[in-house]
């Protein structure tokens, strides 16, 4: 672990904090980028950047203080002395700042899918470079075990599963797949927003695994409390492929050509039990 990068005599510079601002840079600029190619205007691209960036601040705020709220019982002004009780929540924020582009962007009447497609990139990229700096801090720690990768996190017991190594693993190669998908989609012309809906598709599967390898203290019905939220990242992530996605299109004729093979089975097997029964 490498919390500090540097200290001059009393200031020190945190790693996820450098990290955490590259992530930031990195995911507005790819944004940004993604969003003109659609000749989106740069006033609006910049709204929805920041008030997304705000609200995916103090909602991952919020839901650390909600999940932790013996750090805070004594004292509520350190829920905002960030520097005094730090804490973030991933996926708080990550919902906080979606349904912040999704009223936006309708509000702006930009077409969702040029946000969705955006994202299927600028998140990924800010998220791996985020993983970096909670990997130095040693915020997010893994389980204990014996897989010979295994790293000790500093002031935890044994050594455990580097699972910041193995979320940027996963998004390495989601940003692969969604980057041969965004070329076979520009060929045969998917709608937009079909490439943002396969990267949260594949986003939320992937991070519901990883978390089982975390340690985790905040539970419901023995499932963390992340992976309910990414199984409804998976249910929304879902039901926009079935609608928007092609699924329909897909699923519907399996659906049918199922229900004609069913009928088929058991129609001869009815008719061999009725001639058995006649004989």
Known sequence: MFPILLTIGSFHIFSFSVFLILAWIVFSFTFWKLMRVHAIDEEHVFDLTFYATLSAFLVSRAGFVLFHRELFADDLLRVAALWIAPGLTLYG??????????????????????????????????????????LLDGSVVGKMTNVPWAINYVGNVGKRHPVQAYEMLALGVIIGIVLYLGGVGAKRKWPYGKIGVWFFLLYSISMFCLEFTKDSSVYWLSVSANQWILVGVFAESLGAFYVRGGGREMIRPALVDARARVKRVIGGVYEKFSKRSAG
């Open 93 to 134: 924020g990550l919902l906080g700042g979606l349904l912040t582009l999704v009223y936006l962007a309708r509000s702006y009447k930009i077409r969702l899918g040029y946000v969705l497609d955006a994202l299927a990139l600028a998140l990924p990229s800010a998220l791996l470079l985020g993983n970096i700096g909670s």
